[in-house]
């Protein structure tokens, strides 16, 4: 039952094909890039942090904007935070030393 401009979409099953099967090649390696060299990259909990110091950063300087065009005295506190979150983003990208290869991180959970 089909109406007037409507197309019925077959597709094809879907084919099984073990993993271990000697006759296909393994995708992960195949292609014609070298193998990528490994970087130094930002890790993700690094970046949540620059990223939530940048914000409270940007916050604090927009108080210190609107207390000193209103007036309100609390400039101080406002270019206190600024300057500590500018300190904080600072200390994570540069300030933590990058875990070594073979060493393991240790938990206190």
């Not at 073990?18 to 890039?33: E, H, I, L, Q, V």
């Not at 609107?66 to 506190?77: D, K, P, R, V």
């Amino acid at each position: 039952m089909t109406e007037k401009g409507v197309r019925s979409v077959v597709r094809p099953e879907p084919t099984v094909e073990s993993p271990t099967d000697p006759n296909r090649p393994n995708r992960r390696k195949a292609g014609p890039y070298p193998a990528a060299a490994p970087t130094r990259g930002m890790d993700k909990r690094r970046l949540a942090y620059t990223l939530l110091l940048v914000g409270v950063t940007f916050v604090a300087l927009l108080h210190t904007a609107l207390a000193f065009a209103f007036g309100t005295g609390l400039e101080e506190i406002g270019l206190l935070v600024a300057g500590l979150g500018v300190f904080g983003v600072l200390f994570v990208n540069f300030g933590l030393p990058a875990p070594e290869d073979g060493a393991e991180e240790t938990r206190s959970d």
